[in-house]
């Protein structure tokens, strides 16, 4: 019985050791085709999907989906990033095929034709998927931005050319509070090549550091709520103690703020085309600010350029940026 047992462990040895030594000459050979036009076979294609899938769902188990992900305010956010990061490989309404899109193999899913389940796509989008074209954006996207890039995945099945390109002109652009440079207000930037570079590169820029990009995305959101005059998410941002300076006058509550001044500020800014210039940010533990220069164009009574000034404090509590402080001040230009 020993004996036989020994001889069965031996014969094991001996069948690994062969396989790997062909695997090893296979791939010394360099018989494989590694070129990208080049398909799998069937049952290497099926292996790796299944190996794929099987990963993040397991990664992307344990990942809580934020309650307001459907939310205009986070879906107009992320439009302006979709246009500037992901429709050359994923393309999107009313876009033809890419370069990049024909090219890549595994393919770019068109994600405008394809519903993602959410915890998994934020997965999928702030890690990347290895060996394939699909990067890891976590790298240069604060958390809340990704939320927002998910949002906007939800909605964009249901988007024609028109509803796509508006929503990205009313997003803000591409900004992700971090990696992207410096004036990238504006959606219709695109030729501007360095725009991409900026992306690519990765990592914070010195105006905004990785510390600061969740409170920054705080900031965008109240904005983008403000500006799409939802009142209950603008309520929701705001620490019932702010102080809000605006005008020369003050409002020492949210419930103040949202007694009085709100509707007003948000109808002045209803539709308005906010660009941002400038942006410096900071944050340590849990006390962040966040100074914003921006041109607004609005269009309420009488078309109206204003330079704004904006200086936002944030406090962190029970894991959520608030704001603090608001101070506004601006002139026409
Ligand atoms: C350079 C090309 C490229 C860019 C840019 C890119 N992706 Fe991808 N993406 C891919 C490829 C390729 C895959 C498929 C990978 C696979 O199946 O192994 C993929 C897969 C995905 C998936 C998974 C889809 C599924 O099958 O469930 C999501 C979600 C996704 N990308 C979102 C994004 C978002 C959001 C952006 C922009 C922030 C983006 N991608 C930018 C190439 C790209």
């Not at 956010?77 to 370069?99: I, K, R, V």
């Not at 809340?144 to 890039?149: A, F, P, T």
């Amino acid at each position: 019985m020993y004996v036989r047992l020994k001889q069965f462990v031996f014969a094991i040895v001996v069948v690994a050791v062969t396989a790997m030594a062909a695997l090893a000459a296979f791939a010394w050979s360099g018989v494989y085709d590694i070129g990208a036009d080049d398909p799998h076979s069937k049952p290497v294609l099926g292996l790796l999907a299944l190996v794929r899938d099987r990963s993040v769902g397991a990664q992307a188990a344990s990942i809580a989906v934020p309650a307001d992900l459907a939310s205009e305010a986070r879906i107009r956010q992320g439009a302006g990033n979709y246009d500037a990061m992901c429709s050359t490989c994923h393309l999107a309404p009313g876009l033809g095929d890419s370069e990049l899109n024909r090219g890549l193999y595994p393919a770019p899913p068109r994600l405008d034709k394809m519903k993602v389940e959410p915890a998994q796509a934020f997965w999928v989008v702030k890690h990347g998927i290895k060996a394939s074209g699909m990067p890891a954006w976590g790298k240069s996207m604060g958390d809340e931005y990704i939320w927002n890039m998910v949002a906007f995945l939800g909605a964009l099945p249901a988007f024609d050319a028109d509803k796509y390109r508006a929503l990205v002109a009313e997003s803000g652009g591409h900004s992700h509070g971090g990696a992207e440079p410096d004036d990238h207000g504006d959606a219709h930037d695109h030729d501007d090549a360095s725009q991409h570079e900026g992306a690519a590169a990765g990592g914070a820029s010195p105006d905004v550091p990785g510390a600061a990009t969740d409170a920054v995305a705080v900031v965008d959101a109240f904005g983008a709520a403000l500006v799409a005059g939802e009142l209950a998410k603008v309520k929701a941002f705001l620490d019932p103690a702010v102080v809000v300076l605006e005008t020369g006058g003050a409002e020492r509550s949210r419930d103040e703020y949202m007694d009085h001044h709100a509707e007003a500020d948000a109808k002045f800014l209803h539709g308005a085309h906010v660009r941002k210039t400038r942006r410096i940010a900071r944050a340590s533990g849990d006390a962040a600010w966040v100074a914003t220069e921006s041109v607004i164009h609005a269009h309420g009574s009488k078309p109206v350029t204003l330079l704004s000034t904006e200086t936002m404090v944030l406090a962190k509590k029970a894991g959520q940026w608030r704001i603090t402080h608001i101070h506004w001040s601006s002139r026409e230009q």
